[in-house]
């Protein structure tokens, strides 16, 4: 080989490995964009939810009550028939088959939500209105165009009688899509059209409030003590130690932890954010305990040696000075920790919260499920429907967490300005 | 009177908005010792760090101006500075040797050059620039052992034995004794003066007796710009410059 | 009734803070007293005094009151003359008298549960009403003690700070504690469980299939018996299983966060690296059950329609989906340890290279990760840990059954799947199969910790050289 020809191959040997780490980096970046555009694409739609406009006659014929009636009985009264004869207006039927089919279009709901209609203008008896009643999940699937309706009849859950009616609805302007309330409002459903974040939403809430107000105080109480305090002895050490394994250790092992101490040995109950709250407590500790104590390692030993200087206690020198100006750091150490601790799943899962729980939990002591558990639960479902409402859940976490992070960096951005 | 191998012209050097080079002009003569002295921040370590290209590593750093080694522009961006560097070594301030063996810091620079195809070629190779660098003997028997092991002027004439075994036609030194005791330090101009019989060098220094001791001519920098130059007995005896004049005996402030 | 009481604690400690200081206030205007510490501190000291022995009581009170009492209820019932054969039949009738209590049963009440509800009514009174007792009993006592202290002691902010550095102390004790809880909570389960199985049959053991594991007695398992249970609680196949996936996971990530951190740390300018690397480090900030979804609904049925357009027979929860997934995940873990480990190597080795004309990889491959290489390596085993104790991912996107098998085309299952799908839903209590999950944690919780001490070591040796 002449010298030239080697140096050209060391160049283009160069240029190789240049392109290796661009692209490794790309290929991170291209998932990153693959996933989140995935997600949202799927998910986009469930904030949305297919109606059909019909026509409620309140026959009083089919009724018991009167107008003017008190809440409790119209809550305690029944509005079946008047549900049933209203969808089957809807739409002209031959049989029997035909009206379940024309039924299955509407949500299992539809009683309530012409109920509730009633409550909101309590002089309807005797009078028609039109009212968007929220329609089943496969209608809801077909309008969004998730539904396959060119496959053969056998293999579809919509009969081709059911397309035809809903492709009339469609050409007469009956069916609309409306900004869907459940989806923020209803627990979980075995019905995708009614299944909503309500529950999971309040149960991560209270998770991290009771994570926050037992992880933070503990953390900063620890870090002041091990970087301002702490003699240079064995059990400083092992503490030490201590807290760096278990910022390694795996999530699920914290579920082992919570299902024997707190579940099996104190028997705090079951499926609640409080267990989920000390649980992640926890683990977040010593994730937050470590940037906490850089933050107060960042302070300059001038600070601490000036109000000594003046005569403060070593308390007071700690407390009046150092740990205010590490408090932003500590914040933002906090902040990233409590993100992680709302995306935690794992461990939620072995204290139970993957119950089925319809009702909005309205303490921590309720049993409930959390965001992330949310996510698990509807993936494992087989209905479509679950699909775009559990993209939708992964959403509202991101958004949750990137909100989350901004706030740290910014916190964090905050405090390096001031050692510049 | 040798031949001139490295010239430089106009040379201005910039890091970010600060120049830290005004128009150097310097001739170097071929297989001569040149020194360069002047006090710290002046713009020494610049200058030689220009005759092999290493100011490239630094992002913030742009060198405009000439420098010809064997009437040939370096300073060009289409030149190829791994064979320039093939043949202008450079010593540094502190030692710097691989965490490798003796024997892979030495055959290092040859592999990669393509200089020793078989293993009998490098083992020649890594002998020679060890003797060259009057190391051999020390450290014959442990070549195996690695480089960092070694005493600190031990490592300087490691990484002297580094810069020879590429084979150059000039070596760059940078204070290499600032970092040594006396007596590793008189062993390494002992070995400057013989290297001089082969290679052109140029070296930084703090020491103007060692800048006596070991060189032919002498550059005196300050702030950046070229004071005077010319044959190391004049710079020391018989300056013109009265800024050379009060550097030189210590009257400097 | 607690939350009342800690109200209560609460509200009788700030009064006495204004209290403490005004007195002193006062008395030290009266006498003409000069006092040593600002009024304030007594009041502080007041209120430590008042609220801490309360508060630490009614914690130590809450925590062994369920035990006591169900202890005491099993007792008098069995004294009744209730049967039940195991703890889990003593659970159950306990449960059972709770709930008659709550007025939430409606089963059949026999004499027995009749009078032992009554009995539980009466238990659940008396440690309540002695709690409240006790608690304001602690509460003067504490405060006569102290304000007995106040009147002749004028050192009451040195007094304080001893108490709160005391209060700091404890704070960074529950690190040392939560340790303790891991290791006890998955040691009791453990032994319980090894007490069945032999530990060797369970490390050795090729089938693992816990639900086929049915123990009529657990103390009284004939040999027969054993033989089966031998066959349901092998480990070798979870390891198998787990190690498969995580090499898979490792496969992608050492790689490409090895390359993204060294084009960082090497290449990348200052722009770009501000932007990347806060973008990769996102994919360390999804949780993994974002992952796992991605994983389960498009990543394995992308692999399987791939597999059947090639002829393959690929299991929609392969091990391939799985690794793959997770090694993306694990990418930033490698890339940011990576970068910071190559950026502490001294720039001096770098220009010794370049100096006699290195081109820039072969300073990087040569000199660099040579130099850089234990802390790459404290990295990588770094990122191997997180990649054994992930759970969702595999979960989700990973299979259940237990198959020996090295084709990542085919379903494997890990530790932590196999942890998730014995304790979710209901679980039997004192059954082999229940306790096996925690010997699973046991195991999974040595390795990880033997993995990051190994890895913590590299890294701090690593660090100790260049600094
Ligand atoms: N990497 C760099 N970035 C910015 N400024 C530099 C850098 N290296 C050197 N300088 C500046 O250039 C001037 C000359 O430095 P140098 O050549 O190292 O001086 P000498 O070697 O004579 O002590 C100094 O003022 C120094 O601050
Ligand atoms: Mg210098």
Redesign the interface.
Known sequence: ?T?EE??KK??R??KR??F??????V???L??II?VN??FSKGSSAFMKTVINVEVFFDPELIEIKNGATEDEILSADFFDITIETLLKSYPTKNIDEEDGLIDLFTTDAEIEIKKAFLDNNNLIGKKINLEITASDDIDQLHKGNYPRDLPEDRRRISNFQLEIYDNFVESNKIDKNFNNYFFNNGDSRDPELAGIGGALVGSFYSILICLLLAF??AV??S???EE??PKNKITD??EI?????A??????????A???LLA???LPRSTPLVAGITLA?MT??RI?IPCRASLKAVPPSIREGALAVGA???QSVFHHVVPLALPGTLSGTIIGL??A?????PL??IGM?AFVVDIPSTPVDPSSSL??Q??LW??SAERGF?EK??AT?MM??SF?IVM?ILAVYLRQKFEKRWN | MSDIKIKSKNLNVYYGDKQALFDVNLDLNEKEVTALIGPSGCGKSTFIRCINRMNDVIDICKVTGNIEIDGIEINDSNL?V??LRERVGMVFQKPNPFPKSIYDNISYGPK???KGETKNELDEIVEKSLKKAALWEEVKDRLNEPGTGLSGGQQQRLCIARAISVNPEVILMDEPCSALDPIATAKIEELIDELKKTYTIVIVTHSMAQAVRVSQKTGFFHLGKIIEVGKTEKIFKNPDNKMTQDYITGRFG | MNFVLIFLITIFSLSLFFYGRSKTKSISVENNIKLNALPKFYGYYLVLWCSIPALVFLLVW??FE??IIKTIIIETAANQGAIFNDTNEANLIYEKIKAIHLGTYFGDIDSILKESAISYAKFINLFTNSKIVLIFGIIIASVIYSLKKIKNNNKA?EDV?TI??G???V??????L??L??I???L??SIKFFSVINIFDYLFGTSWSPQKAFVRDASAITADEYEELKDAFGFIPLIAGTSFIAFIAMLVAV??????G???A???SMKVRRV?KP??E??A??????Y???A???VGPFFRQLGESFGLTVSSESALAAGLIMG?MI??YV?SLSDDVINSVPQSLRDGSYAVGA????T??QVVIPAALPGIIGSVL?AV??A?????IV??AAGLAANLTINPLDSTTTI?TQ??MI???DQEFDSPKTQS??AL?LT??IA??IL??IA?RAVKKYREKYD
């Open positions: 080989m010298k080697r140096l060391r160049h040997a160069e490995f240049r290796y780490g661009l692209s490794s980096i290929v991170a970046l998932f990153v996933l995935n997600i105080p503990v109480l620890a002041i003590y091990l305090f702490a092992f503490i201590n807290i760096n394994n278990l390694a250790v795996p999530s699920i092992v914290y579920g082992l932890l299902l024997q101490i040995t104190i028997q926890l500790l010593p305990i206690s070593k308390f993100a992680q709302l995306g935690e799943t794992a899962i072995l993957v992330p558990v996510v698990y993936s494992e699909v559990t993209s992964i976490l991101l967490l992070n | 190829d791994v064979s990669i050059h393509g | 809450s925590l369920p035990v902010r700070e709160l550095k209060l700091l102390f704070s960074s004790l529950i690190a040392i939560t340790t809880g891991i006890f909570s998955l009791f389960e790689p490409i966060g090895l390359f993204s060294i084009y960082m090497e290449y990348a990347s973008i990769i996102i994919l900030g999804i949780p993994t059950v974002v796992g979804f991605f389960a609904l498009t993306i990418i930033p890339s081109t820039k990889s072969e990087i491959k770094l840990s997180r054994i104790g992930e759970t969702m979960v989700m932590t942890i998730v304790l979710v839903g999950a925690f944690g999974l919780f990880t910790l990051n001490f913590q």
